[in-house]
């Protein structure tokens, strides 16, 4: 889904239309509220890079990296043998590493969505779940009854977070 699909489904979730105007009205809001989504499901479904990097006996500094690192998941040699490490301020210490080539896995950062055409870098089943969100964070603020309605929402979010095999979001208006 693209997030202006994503924004879409958001306003059907509320009942509101799914017009220009409507997208114009809500769209800064419910983006604010789904890349918090974003942001909370890139935990459970990291995004990982995978780069082939030199070390100078057995040293790779964080600067020799092209994205911010989070995590590092794995470090092989050429043998595809895994090595163990040591991650210091500076960068990661490979034990008894040498003056060669390892193929590095780690996590990277989550871009938050900007444009209307952006697609979350998530599995696809989940991106129901981000508009599940933004409509609980958005019918949370209004009254009783919204908020009695957004409960449903906000557990089929929680679902995707907490199983990772529920496809939330699959009827767009539960209402």
Do not use: W
């Not at 924004?7 to 997208?23: F, H, P, Q, R, W």
């Not at 933004?134 to 209004?142: D, E, H, N, P, V």
């Amino acid at each position: 889904m693209t997030t202006l699909e994503i924004i879409k489904t958001t306003l059907s979730n509320m009942g509101e239309d799914t017009d220009s105007a409507s997208v114009d009205e809500f769209s800064k809001d419910i983006l604010l509220y789904v890349n918090d989504a974003v942001r909370m499901l890139s935990l459970k479904y990291p995004v990982v890079t995978e780069a082939a990097m030199e070390s100078v006996n057995g040293f790779i500094p964080f600067t020799d990296f092209s994205k911010k690192v989070i995590k590092i998941l794995c470090i092989c040699n050429h043998e595809e043998r895994k090595m163990f490490f040591e991650i210091r301020t500076e960068g990661i210490y490979i034990k008894g590493g040498k003056d060669e080539e390892y193929r590095i896995s780690y996590t990277t950062p989550v871009k938050p969505l900007t444009s209307l055409s952006d697609v979350p870098k998530l599995p696809r089943y989940t991106h129901n779940a981000l508009a599940d969100y933004a409509t609980y964070r958005m019918l949370i603020r209004g009254g009783g009854e919204s908020q009695g309605k957004s409960q449903a929402y906000y557990a089929d979010f929680m679902a995707v977070c907490n199983e990772g095999n529920v496809a939330a979001g699959s009827i767009i208006n539960k209402y």
